[in-house]
Structure formats: structure tokens, C-alpha cells
């Protein structure tokens, strides 16, 4: 059954994409008939990065439904920030659902302005071992446009040679929201990679994800054609019809 933590399997599914040599590239594409199947679920992951879901159920409870209304809609309204914000969200969830990440907090949800976009990479996951300690970093950028620029997807590059040669800039933030939580073992860890980013013991990954309303044959050739390429990068792009559309019933 399709719920809000596992809708990625129902919607999204490999496609053939064009081979790189210089990373890999994990196309996909929507499955037959599956938009309206997902939408609730990712409509509720939307909300989610953005509100949290505790935090309506407590003004809920106390009889403020009206409030809880209103505080819902507190969503991004520039379209910029919407395409931004879902490509985002898309690209978290695809990393959680399908390769086991975990989010240490949903960034979004500390944004200065709804209709601001969020300083920093968009994406920092986290895989743990058994004993809760960080193996693998994911730092990640997401890109939604509906038409293809290979601007846009330069720029994603650049961001992560960037964020590789010292540190990811949004790590410090996490760090801060973690000790807010009391959530010490956690930030301990964060900032030992702050500062000491390469430790032997966790591995880093480097992702773009792209989504795109039209369709590029070759749309990670700037990146192929690079004098430099970011280590260990993994590209994913996500054709979506009817973008602006999309978007709208989303948000």
C-alpha cells in the first residue's frame, strides 16, 4: 500500500539513460499511470519538509483548528522557491526510500522566508552503522527547471567541487538545530566532520538530481566535459510533464 514513506517506489522507476563516464547516472521516470496514485503522499511530504507535523497536531488539540488551517498554508508562493523546494524534497525522499539515507532535520523547515531559498547545499543525508555513528555523508543539489539549461546544471556542479574542497556550509546550521534538540551524540558527529571533513571512516557521496519539463538526450554533458569532476558523483534526472501544472496542485 502507497503511504507517504514509501510513494517513491510506486511512482518513480529506472529509466534508460545515457552512460557517462566520469560518474553515474541513475535516470528515472514516472511509472504508467502512477501521478495521481502518489500525489496525497507527496503532497504530504511537502508539507511535512516544511511544517512540522507535530506541531499541527498540537494546535489541533488544542482546539485551534482554524490556526492549524492557516499555518498549513504557509508555503512557498514564488514559483522559483516551489520548483526549488520540490525538486528538493523529491531528491530527499528518493534518497531515503530507495538508498536507506536519513535526513538529521528537514532544512526547510528552518527557511528565513517561505519564499527565500535556504542558504547553504539543499541536501545533507546521513547512513549510520549499528552503533548510530555516521559511515556515509550524501551532500547533494537539486535543480527544477522546465526547460533544460546547462547553466543549471554547471552550477549544481560547481556547488559541490565547493562544498568539497573544505566543508559543506550547511553543516554548521545542522549542527546548531541538532544541539537545539538535545540531540548531542548526533552534533558531536557533525561537527567532527566540520572539522576534520575527511575521516577515513565515512565515505562521501556527491549527488545532482535534476528535473526537467522537456527532455534532454544528454543533459550531465557539461559535467562529462569538465576539466574537474566532483569524487564519487551520482546524477539523477526526472523528466516531468506539465511542470508548472504539477506544481500548482502540489503546493
Request: proline residues 4%.
Amino acid at each position: 500500500m502507497v503511504t507517504r514513506n514509501n510513494f517513491d517506489s510506486y511512482w518513480l522507476e529506472p529509466n534508460n539513460g545515457k552512460i557517462y563516464s566520469k560518474f553515474e547516472c541513475h535516470s528515472v521516470k514516472e511509472k504508467n499511470n502512477s501521478r495521481n496514485k502518489i500525489l496525497p503522499h507527496l503532497k504530504h511530504a511537502i508539507l511535512d519538509h516544511h511544517i512540522h507535523l507535530k506541531r499541527i497536531d498540537l494546535i489541533k488539540k488544542l482546539g485551534f483548528v482554524n490556526s492549524a488551517e492557516y499555518i498549513c498554508n504557509l508555503l512557498p508562493t514564488n514559483d522559483r522557491t516551489r520548483k526549488g523546494n520540490l525538486g528538493e524534497v523529491i531528491a530527499c525522499e528518493h534518497l531515503c526510500q530507495r538508498y536507506g539515507f536519513s535526513l538529521p532535520i528537514f532544512k526547510l523547515r528552518y527557511m528565513d522566508n517561505p519564499d527565500m531559498p535556504m542558504r547553504g547545499e539543499d541536501i545533507i543525508a546521513l547512513e549510520f552503522n549499528g552503533q548510530g555513528n555516521i559511515q556515509k555523508i550524501c551532500i547533494g543539489e537539486a535543480k527544477t527547471i522546465s526547460t533544460y539549461r546547462s547553466s543549471t546544471v554547471t552550477s549544481a556542479h560547481s556547488r559541490l567541487l565547493t562544498a568539497c574542497i573544505d566543508y559543506p556550509r550547511s553543516l554548521p546550521l545542522i549542527s546548531s538545530i541538532l544541539c537545539d534538540m538535545q540531540e548531542y551524540h548526533l552534533a558531536s558527529q557533525i561537527e567532527s566532520l566540520i572539522a576534520n571533513p575527511f575521516q577515513d571512516t565515512i565515505t562521501r557521496e556527491n549527488w545532482i538530481f535534476l528535473i526537467t519539463d522537456n527532455n534532454p538526450k544528454d543533459a550531465f554533458k557539461p559535467v562529462e566535459d569538465s576539466n574537474e569532476v566532483v569524487d564519487e558523483l551520482k546524477v539523477v534526472h526526472l523528466r516531468l510533464k506539465n511542470l508548472a501544472d504539477f506544481i500548482n496542485k502540489i503546493f
